[in-house]
């Protein structure tokens, strides 16, 4: 571990703790399948890249007939994939838009892709709105151990949620310079940035009401966190310690991603 100026406070993480390997995959290991928290920073991701309110411009809410719901290709895109025109029975699953590409998705990821499909076709949900809105509803639920791998994506998309949302020059209130933020306070309500984060991705009942190094805290609960990811969530953390803005907080842990070398399968 690095030594840590604050006096009483855990140690601060090291930045090349080994993040592990991945495990536990529904097919033995031999498949690249997509986890919750990756498929949750993919979309989102996709989603802020498009400007404030965007929903799929399709009439009553529908894609064009043999066409795929517009956020689930974005993603695939950014995966790598060519996406082929999903027939009307086929695009009815978000999970299913995946699979006809060679994405499998795990099974909470699959639940968290046909929520999001069912807002943004049927509802015309704005894209923000169609992922935000249903992750608390997915997070909770049981998954494997693919569901638990954290990538810097994921960090940085759920940090611009944040700024996009409350503003760049939003602050946490009450840090103290000699102490990490609390995650949650006595309420449980978030008292941080990642008090907010957390619950998206599946993590708030293990976080507690003490101070805490957020990538210590999924070390220890058995998460995989990659390099990139590890780094990014301590600048953050680091920024936010200091006082500075949720803006310069995301700024700093896209740097320290950039300062990384090696790079998951789960990463961006």
């Given at each position: 571990?690095?030594a840590?100026?604050?006096?009483g406070?855990?140690?601060?993480?090291?930045?090349?703790?080994?993040?592990?390997?991945p495990h536990?995959?529904?097919?033995g290991?031999?498949?690249?399948?997509?986890?919750?928290?990756?498929?949750?920073g993919?979309?989102?991701?996709?989603?802020?890249?498009?400007?404030?309110g965007?929903?799929?411009?399709?009439?009553?809410?529908r894609?064009p007939?043999?066409?795929?719901p517009?956020?689930?290709?974005?993603?695939?895109?950014?995966?790598?994939?060519?996406?082929?025109?999903?027939?009307a029975?086929?695009?009815?699953?978000?999970?299913?838009v995946?699979?006809?590409?060679?994405?499998?998705?795990t099974?909470?990821?699959?639940?968290?892709?046909?929520?999001?499909q069912?807002?943004?076709?049927?509802?015309?949900?704005?894209?923000?709105?169609?992922?935000?809105?249903?992750?608390?509803?997915?997070?909770?639920?049981?998954?494997?151990?693919?569901?638990?791998?954290?990538?810097?994506g994921?960090?940085?998309?759920?940090?611009h949620?944040?700024?996009?949302?409350?503003?760049?020059?939003?602050?946490?209130?009450?840090?103290?310079?000699t102490?990490?933020?609390?995650?949650?306070?006595?309420?449980?309500?978030?008292?941080?940035?990642?008090?907010?984060?957390?619950?998206?991705?599946g993590?708030?009942?293990?976080?507690?009401?003490?101070?805490?190094?957020?990538?210590?805290?999924?070390?220890?609960?058995?998460?995989?966190?990659?390099?990139?990811?590890?780094?990014?969530?301590?600048?953050a953390?680091?920024?936010?310690s200091?006082?500075?803005s949720?803006?310069?907080?995301?700024?700093?842990?896209?740097a320290?991603?950039?300062?990384?070398?090696?790079?998951?399968?789960?990463?961006r």
């Amino acid at each position: 571990m690095t030594a840590d100026p604050r006096p009483g406070q855990p140690p601060r993480p090291d930045l090349q703790a080994d993040a592990g390997t991945p495990h536990g995959r529904p097919d033995g290991g031999q498949t690249r399948w997509v986890g919750y928290v990756e498929l949750y920073g993919r979309l989102l991701a996709a989603a802020i890249g498009q400007p404030a309110g965007t929903a799929s411009p399709a009439p009553n809410g529908r894609p064009p007939a043999g066409r795929s719901p517009s956020l689930h290709r974005h993603v695939l895109t950014g995966l790598g994939h060519h996406v082929a025109p999903v027939p009307a029975e086929r695009a009815a699953a978000g999970r299913l838009v995946y699979l006809d590409a060679g994405v499998p998705l795990t099974a909470k990821a699959a639940y968290l892709a046909d929520l999001v499909q069912v807002a943004e076709v049927d509802f015309a949900a704005t894209w923000t709105d169609a992922v935000t809105g249903l992750a608390p509803a997915v997070a909770t639920t049981p998954g494997v151990d693919e569901d638990r791998r954290v990538g810097d994506g994921a960090v940085l998309a759920s940090l611009h949620h944040l700024v996009r949302a409350h503003g760049a020059q939003a602050t946490t209130p009450g840090v103290r310079l000699t102490l990490i933020p609390r995650l949650f306070g006595p309420g449980g309500e978030p008292a941080s940035l990642f008090g907010r984060i957390l619950p998206t991705w599946g993590l708030a009942d293990a976080a507690g009401r003490e101070p805490v190094w957020v990538a210590n805290l999924l070390a220890v609960a058995g998460w995989q966190v990659s390099d990139r990811a590890r780094a990014a969530i301590i600048a953050a953390q680091d920024a936010e310690s200091a006082g500075r803005s949720w803006g310069q907080a995301l700024s700093r842990a896209a740097a320290a991603t950039l300062r990384t070398s090696g790079r998951q399968e789960w990463d961006r």
